[in-house]
């Protein structure tokens, strides 16, 4: 690749989400050092209000879209619908995240930076037009996640997660570096789109396909898909529920970001040979997640596995192939984040100091002691069951119509078997809250009024959403060129 030099600061414009997210975090890690204890919510509010800044100059085009950096950055309608819909969705998860560390006398300052650069590396992720920007993104975002997941350094579950984080994501980093490596080896450039021009005509292909077969376990591992899935059940419980739901909402559509410039613009030439990986993955996640997830009693466990099955259903879209599977699959993660945010989200509005409110037998009776709750409840369980007409329903839809025209039915067929056996412990959760007698008492949950009206909106939304999908399809759609 041949450098280019920088002729004026407006060939940087398309950079321009990117430096006002790196301005205003290095500008709110300075600011953290001057603020008491008490006014250190300063920082978690303005982190906020960033994000959602970061996410509006994205979706509506601010800087323009184009190619900086040498080729090594690459903003395009694929980017922008990925990178503003994850900074909107770390602004969601960022609004549970005070009131839980607060009560537990565990907020920093550096919590809320901490996610600043992790969702800076998500962009730089999914915008990816290099080998080299890839892997920095990646490390970028595994780096800040594994500090979040360990940072209640005195609970035993967080050290053990963050332990187990660490260790298995260093495994899964060197995976897919060895698989870049043997992809650069038998190409010989770092470039996207010249892997793309050299893998039709190298005369490496064993090499070629080797890295193929390498980056694709670095992808089911991030993804969390089986058989690679193993860190996740233990992270999502020992890690505190809102850094469970930041971990488990924005950085899949990171992944997916990755996984589209990885296999579609790099190695296209080649879908003959990961579509069918990725299609075995799909079909071990949908019946290990779901299998394993049927036997959960504890809340957080069963939503990492169900989490597994949905990895699942997205790997359907991007076996189908072409733009309508990678747009089937976009529309997936987007809705499946939107989902997971809320389901952790009511986790969090129902613990308290003492009481995490993670066992699915916290919520026996709940109905007759909070029927609000119950109800947004409810609608989360429908949703992620995918019981139209919420937004669940239309996002496997998608994914499997994907698969039938990729000429993949019997994917299809598989994925319908398990979204009938999924919903068994999505509707055993209503069953527990609506006909099962009270355990004792339980305790006062949180009262932050601004998060519950936040789960609030986001539960509702994703019936209201339900019946006006097609919009977000549509959005999804064109950033694929259909």
Known sequence: MTAVPLRSAAELLPLLPELV????????????????????????????ALLLVVAAMTASGVGGQGTVLSGMFVRDGVSDVLSASLAAISALAMVFLWPY?????????????????????????????????????????ALCSYALVAIDRENPLASEAGIKYFVLG??????????????????????????????????SMTMLVTGVAFMVAGIGFKFGAAPFHMWLPDVYHG???????????????????????LLEVAVGPLEVHWQIMLAVMAVLSLAIGNLSAIMQSNFKRMLAYSTVSHIGFLLMGFAGGG??????????????????????????????????????????????RDPWMAGLILLIMFSLAGVPPFLGFWAKLSVLRAAIEGDMLWLAIVGIVFAVIGAFYYLRVVKVMY??????????????RPMRIVLGVNAVALLVLGLAWSPIMAWCQQAFGI
């Open 21 to 48: 997210l790196v301005g205003g975090a290095f500008a709110l890690l300075m600011l953290d050092l001057f603020l008491t204890e008490r006014s250190r919510v300063a920082t978690h509010l303005l982190s906020i």
């Open 239 to 261: 890690a505190p529920t809102p850094i469970t739901l930041f971990i488990g909402s924005a950085p899949k559509l990171a992944v997916v970001g990755m996984t589209y410039r």
């Open 323 to 368: 733009p309508e599977g990678f747009a089937a699959a976009t529309f997936y993660a987007l809705v499946y984040a939107l989902m997971a945010t809320a389901a952790f989200g009511a986790i969090v509005a129902m613990s308290s100091r003492g009481f995490e409110a993670d066992r699915i037998d916290d919520y026996k009776g709940l109905n007759a």
């Open 170 to 203: 260093a495994l899964a980093s060197g995976l897919l570096l060895y698989g870049l490596s043997l992809v650069y080896g038998a190409t010989g450039t770092l470039d996207l789109q010249q892997i793309a021009i050299a893998a039709q005509s190298t005369a």
């Open 435 to 448: 006909f099962d007698e009270p355990e004792g008492v339980m305790p006062a949950p949180t009262t932050h």
């Open 101 to 141: 560390m607060r009560d537990r006398g565990l907020y920093k300052g550096e919590m809320s930076i901490l996610m600043l650069f992790a969702v800076l590396g998500m962009m730089l992720l999914v915008s990816a037009g290099s080998l080299v920007m890839i892997y920095v993104g990646l490390e970028m975002l």
